[in-house]
């Protein structure tokens, strides 16, 4: 029977999951031993290279030859001033380049640090550097803008008609975060205001989930599986809720309807209130954090297990558990698929729950 053109789609994307993101190359380490060309494999450095940001983009090593996309790196000295160059001057960080260095060691590690002639650390830059996270971002937001910018034109080009292309695809979903998640939370009267927010959230949250899903460049950053991306994303919800707070919710936080016993002359509601407000953005930052990094470190250690099984066994018994390994891998990475759409959405009616909160009226 011949395959359809979605089964053909399905299958092409699947094996390129298999082929580049199963068969990530891994990371080695020189082996402290009498043989200083032997290279021991390290889970730990393995996995927490493929989750962690970068300076570079690395896309492959062949033998000892590092492939990567280089980023840009802009410091600030208190002593030298701005500097502004390529992560490549760095040679994949074993390079120092006008007193810069990247860290490998202590409580600096991985980070860029300043030093003397001497070699001696004297400080670290104001780093505004674009990283390898930062820069998945911003390509996210371009492939954002294209999409509903053509999107947009599509749906004024055929007013009155059935949706087509890319506005068949966008459309059903903005539709159900308005009725399924905006309305409901907030309110028939109050949703609108938010609308734009709520559709940003869902839309750069599912597009990066699915994307740090694809370990093809410029895909495969991993954006929602670092904190600092889903701590911003948190305080925005944080202080969209706040700033938009009523009378009535301000006064549920400081002054709530108890018992007075309960407010003086120790402020104990206020005080519970008021750590509710700041535990909030922080449940949103950590579970779509914690869910996004899973998935990808389970994946990591699935594929260690044909190099720990070949080192403590011999190359046969990495060969012989490689199957089960791949077969774990793409069932994680299929669920990891699910994820992604049950995390933006939690993600974005949380945030809708909270701005209901701030705007409903005392009855």
Request: proline share 5%; net charge neutral.
């Amino acid at each position: 029977m011949k395959a359809t053109k979605s089964q053909r789609y399905t299958a092409f994307i699947l094996f390129f999951l298999l082929i580049f993101g199963i068969t990530s190359t891994p990371v080695f380490a020189e082996a402290d031993s009498h043989d200083s060309h032997s290279k021991e494999f390290i889970p730990g450095e393995y996995i927490m290279h493929h989750v962690a940001d970068a300076f570079e983009w690395h896309l492959a090593t062949i033998g000892e030859t590092h492939i990567a996309v280089p980023l840009p790196i802009i410091l600030y000295s208190k002593t030298s001033g701005w500097h502004v160059f390529m992560s490549s001057k760095f040679d994949h960080g074993n390079t120092t380049y006008k007193n810069f260095r990247i860290s490998h060691e202590g409580e600096n590690s991985g980070k860029i640090e300043e030093v003397n002639q001497q070699g001696e650390v004297i400080g670290l830059p104001i780093n505004l550097s674009i990283t390898k996270v930062i820069a998945g971002a911003l390509f996210s937001v371009v492939l954002l803008l294209l999409i509903f910018i053509s999107a947009a034109k599509s749906a004024k080009r055929r007013a009155g008609q059935a949706p087509k292309g890319i506005q068949n695809t966008v459309e059903p979903i903005i539709l159900f975060v308005r009725d399924e998640i905006a309305k409901p939370a907030i309110g028939d009267k109050k949703y609108e205001k938010f609308m734009p927010f709520l559709l940003t959230l869902f839309f750069f949250i599912l597009l990066n989930n699915l994307m740090g899903l694809i370990p093809i460049f410029p895909f495969g950053a991993n954006v929602t599986g670092n904190i600092a991306v889903t701590m911003s994303l948190a305080l925005f919800t944080f202080a969209v809720t706040n700033l938009n707070g009523n009378k009535h919710y301000w006064k549920e936080i400081f002054n709530p309807d108890v018992p007075m016993w309960l407010k003086f002359p120790l402020p104990l509601m206020p005080i519970i209130e008021l750590s509710g407000v700041i535990t909030k953005p922080f449940v949103l930052m950590v579970r779509l954090f914690a869910n996004m990094m899973a998935g990808h470190m389970i994946v990591t250690v699935f594929v260690s297990l044909i190099f720990i099984f070949g080192k403590l066994m011999g190359p046969t018994a990495g060969l012989a558990i490689s199957p089960v390994s791949i077969v774990f891998s793409l069932f994680i990475l299929m669920l990891d698929l699910l994820v992604s759409f049950i995390q933006a959405y939690v993600f974005t009616l949380l945030s809708a729950l909270y701005f209901g909160m701030a705007k409903a009226e005392h009855h």
